[in-house]
DNA sequence: TCTGGGGTCCTAGGACCC
DNA sequence: TCTGGGGTCCTAGGACCC
């Protein structure tokens, strides 16, 4: 426990409906929800506006719009997040070189740390004067974001105080007050605590932080286990020593969607899960890793989960190898009835270390192997349309039957229906999706329903070259 | 037609090794 | 040959957080 409050806590209010609200001076002043808006939807930030009418995080979208039609409904600009996101941390890092991002609206900072720290005041006042200007510097880097700020002698402190004032408020927790303060909220203000284990407390008359610190450690380990009961027993009494810690590696990349109807198709999660795999790889590329255990997740339609890994000799990033080793894991596990969820994610990760030229070589010749097998996408015999194929940009085969094997960059193989009409203003031609259950595998461009493009010069689809692509 | 997506951490049991 | 204890790795599930 730190003799001073040192540690800060920032909180972007409404972050991401904030953000809309910026861009978009329409929106100011009135409910903006930002979240999924399809059928299975859950709210990720609701205005404080829209919150006036009982819209929170979490809820489902179809709740919100329930409770408050009139609200803008928005699933999200994450650019746009991110770049405000990344304004607000260096403004952070101008204070201290000690920033440790929690997401994309939160972040600790270390008020002791770093050359800056040199001769700081870190007296209550000085610390609120030191809070107060970087708020302000927040709402002009950001154009006008407002956020949320606690300090505090510990991270549990910090987080407790800046939930306090909200909006656009700050609370410094003056040393030696902590517990006090703490004392008659909720147990639940401790992080951990959620519903699970608040019920838990709940059914052994535990409601307060007052209360639980009535509580003996090994009535609380044998209470909560060992993990949850000791942490508990000290931030029942604010003792709190974590520091502050500027990068935490990743320790696992995955991919999931839950979809709006249920899928039954197996063909159909074995494309899904290869497409997953493949952004999976991409994502570890990205940033240098790969893993040694693929995981699949499913959600069934009774929204019971189930989870399967399995851990390979050697880590990987290869798209290739996640996704069999998920598609194996998938052939075990029981759909039937037909499942909402489906994802696929690598943990075990290391950095990519060179270790010699031959794992150099190899690795070479694996992206190689990998760039050739790019079809992993394989879409199901019996979901091909024998009429012909369209894909922009990309070049065209067509087998026998007509079906189109698409080489495109990241795409697997895709066929579309497409038929021609005379209108006064010449040929238009409309596309259609065979079968809805092979919008995986199509470029998003390509509209779900039949769509009229007059821009397309007429074509009677039999007689097309192969690389034939509409618009060429 | 309630219930996202990206994560982290913990627990418990079994395999396996010494 | 009847019985142990610790450590590590792996797997599955659950709670929680933003």
Redesign the pocket.
Known sequence: MRQQASVLHLDLDAFFAAVEQRDKPSLRGKPVVVG?TG????V?TASYEARVYGVH??M?T?EARARCPHAAYLGGRFHAYRAASAQVMAALREVSPLVEP??L??AFLDLAAGPQAEGRDLSVAGVAELAERLRARVHEVTGGLTASVGVATSKFMA?VASDLDKPDGLVVVAPGTERELLRPMAATVI????????DRLRRAGIHTVADLEAVSLEELVRLL????GAGLHALARAQDDRPVVAERE?????????YETDLTDRALMEGLLTRQARQVAE?LRKHGLSG??VSIKVRRH??T???????LASPTDAATTIARTARGLLADLDTSGGI??L?V?V??LADWIQEDLFADLERAEQAEQESADEEVAQVPAELLSRRTTWSPGSDVEHDEWGRGWVWGAGRGVVTVRFETAETPAGPVRSFAIDDPRLRPWLPPELPDQPTDDPLLPGDHGENRSPGGVPGS
């Open positions: 999924g059928g299975r939807g859950v990720s995080s979490a489902s179809r929690l997401s609206d939160e987080k992080p951990g605590v959620g519903p699970a284990t608040a286990g060992r993990a949850m990743a320790k696992s990349v995955s991919v999931e969607g839950t994502r040694r255990t009774d929204f989960t189930l989870s399967r890994s399995s851990t909402r969820l994802g994610g943990s075990g």
